[in-house]
């Protein structure tokens, strides 16, 4: 698990080059989340943060700043603490100081019990494809075609590698587990609907050029449905790997 806080910035964390948060902080946020999907096999792990002024600035803010420390847990026995693996904390940025970026990068140690279906491992270099951005639009299209035609068997398969992964590597019940996909076929068939693609979303690379996405500005995945009834929104965070000698992407 990693706790952390950010403090005005639009800031990303990494592990093994696998994004687990980015968000565009205006004010303050703490929690805590998991990593575990981001690490596939034991041993040396690699971490680091980005720190980018909020949208609409040029400049870390007075004030802004990033800390997090990466924690051990025992999920054997209910869910005990055992210990702090390694932490980091920036600068808090003063007045009228200018800094347009700060960068961190750290290594750990980790033993994993579990092995994962790692399939981007042995796919193509995204960054070498033609037109890969037209393609990633395509993959994303057809999925969003796909759950607005209620095609929900399709949709389960196409999410079953990634969801596999999760359960894996977060060591989720069954009972559980099933329920995460239900979840949102339930949604799905109840009121919310896709929005089109934003046309400034951008190609966002992760696992060293791997796998691809596309994110908005503020890094919140593209894929957006709506209730327009209740007036909330689903973001569905997805990303896409090319298995060698295939021009289908499929989601991992």
């Not at 980005?50 to 870390?60: A, C, W």
């Not at 969003?144 to 977060?170: C, P, W, Y």
Request: with cysteine; hydrophobic share 35%; proline share 4%.
């Amino acid at each position: 698990m990693i706790e952390f806080t950010a403090v005005s910035c639009l800031f990303e964390i990494r592990v093994n080059d696998i994004p687990v948060i980015c968000m565009n902080m205006t004010n303050q946020i703490s929690t805590r989340i998991p990593v575990n999907y981001a690490i596939t096999e034991s041993g040396k792990q690699h971490i680091s943060i980005k720190m980018l002024p909020v949208l609409g600035n040029t400049n870390l803010l007075e004030g802004s700043e990033l800390k997090y420390k990466l924690e051990l847990f025992d999920t054997t026995n209910s869910f005990r603490y055992q210990d702090e693996i390694t932490s980091y904390q920036s600068q808090v940025i003063k007045k009228d100081e200018t800094k347009p970026i700060i960068i961190n990068e750290n290594i750990f140690l980790a033993t994993i019990p579990y092995k994962v279906k790692d399939f981007w491992k042995e796919g193509q270099d995204l960054k070498d494809v033609d037109d890969l951005r037209i393609k990633l639009e395509k993959a994303y299209g057809r999925l969003s075609n796909d759950i607005s035609a209620g095609k929900f068997d399709l949709f389960q398969k196409k999410l079953q590698n990634r969801e596999d992964n999760m359960v894996t590597s977060m060591y989720i019940k069954p009972n559980r587990a099933a329920s995460r996909i239900n979840n949102l076929i339930d949604k799905f068939s109840n009121g919310y609907s896709a929005l089109p693609l934003l046309k400034d979303s951008i190609v966002v690379y992760s696992a060293y050029g791997k796998k691809a996405s596309l994110k908005k500005l503020n890094g919140d995945p593209t894929l957006t449905f709506v209730n327009r009834e209740k007036g909330k929104q689903l973001l569905l965070d997805v990303e896409f790997y090319l298995p060698k000698n295939s021009d289908v992407f499929e989601i991992i």
